[in-house]
Antibody
Framework: EVQVVASGGGLVQPGGSLRLSCAAS????????MHWVRQAPGKGLVWVAR????????NYADSVKGRVTISSDNAKNTLYLEMNSLRVEDTAVYYC???????????WGQGTLVTVSS | EIVLTQSPATLSLSPGDGATLSCRAS??????LAWYQQKPGQAPRLLIY???KRATGIPARFSGSGSGTDFTLTISSLEPEDFAVYYC?????????FGQGTKLEIK
C-alpha cells in the first residue's frame, strides 16, 4: 500500500524553527521528485519546495527562499523540510507529495499543521 | 511567475448536471497543466495531468482539454461526491503555481 505520512508540525513562536518529516512507503521513494505544498487556513494551495530524486537539485518559492531547506534520506525513504525564521504568514497545513507527471504518478500525504503565533 | 486564473470562483449545480471549469494561464504552458480535487480536511487528489490524461482510478466522467493558455475541466454528470474545490496547476517552469480554485457547490 502506498503511504505518505507527514509529521513534525506544531505551534512555534515567530522567529522559531521547525523540522517537518515525510515518511514514504509502498513505492520507490528515490525514483520521483518530492515536493512540499502548503495551504493557509481557508486559502488555496501554494508550492513551497521540490527536490529531485537524488536530492541534487532543489527549488524554493521566493516566499521561503533562504529560510527553508528541503532534503531527503533515501535510505530511510524520508523527506524533510527544515524551516527557520518562521513568520506568522507561514501558518499552514504542509503537504508532502511524490509526483511524476510523465507517468501520472501522484501520492500525497495527509498534511501536518504548522502554527506560528506568539 | 506564471499566474493561473480560474473561473468561475463558485459554481452552483445539481447532481446529474454537467460542469465546465476554466483555467487561463498568463503565458503559454503547452500542455503542462493538471487538475486537482480537494475536499475539506483532505489532501488534493490528482484528476487530470498533461491537460487531458486521466490519473489512475479517476472516473471517465472527468475530462480535460486545452493547450497553450486556455484549459477546461469537464465533469459530464455530477455525482454527489464531486462537490468540492477544484484547482488547476502548472509545471511548465519553476515556480509551479496553482489557480485560486473553483468551488463546486450543490444548488
Amino acid at each position: 500500500e502506498v503511504q505518505v505520512v507527514a509529521s513534525g508540525g506544531g505551534l512555534v513562536q515567530p522567529g522559531g524553527s521547525l523540522r517537518l518529516s515525510c515518511a514514504a512507503s509502498g513505492f520507490t521513494f528515490s525514483s520521483h521528485w518530492m515536493h512540499w505544498v502548503r495551504q493557509a487556513p481557508g486559502k488555496g494551495l501554494v508550492w513551497v519546495a521540490r527536490s529531485s530524486p537524488d536530492g541534487s537539485s532543489t527549488n524554493y518559492a521566493d516566499s521561503v527562499k533562504g529560510r527553508v531547506t528541503i532534503s531527503s534520506d533515501n535510505a530511510k525513504n524520508t523527506l524533510y523540510l527544515e524551516m527557520n525564521s518562521l513568520r506568522v504568514e507561514d501558518t499552514a497545513v504542509y503537504y508532502c507529495a511524490s509526483l511524476d507527471y510523465a507517468s501520472g504518478w501522484a501520492a500525497w500525504g495527509q498534511g501536518t499543521l504548522v502554527t506560528v503565533s506568539s | 511567475e506564471i499566474v493561473l486564473t480560474q473561473s468561475p470562483a463558485t459554481l452552483s449545480l445539481s447532481p446529474g448536471d454537467g460542469a465546465t471549469l476554466s483555467c487561463r494561464a498568463s503565458q503559454s504552458i503547452s500542455s503542462f497543466l493538471a487538475w486537482y480535487q480537494q475536499k475539506p480536511g483532505q489532501a488534493p487528489r490528482l484528476l487530470i495531468y498533461d491537460a487531458s490524461k486521466r490519473a489512475t482510478g479517476i472516473p471517465a466522467r472527468f475530462s480535460g482539454s486545452g493547450s497553450g493558455t486556455d484549459f477546461t475541466l469537464t465533469i459530464s454528470s455530477l455525482e454527489p461526491e464531486d462537490f468540492a474545490v477544484y484547482y488547476c496547476h502548472h509545471r511548465s517552469s519553476w515556480p509551479f503555481t496553482f489557480g485560486q480554485g473553483t468551488k463546486l457547490e450543490i444548488k
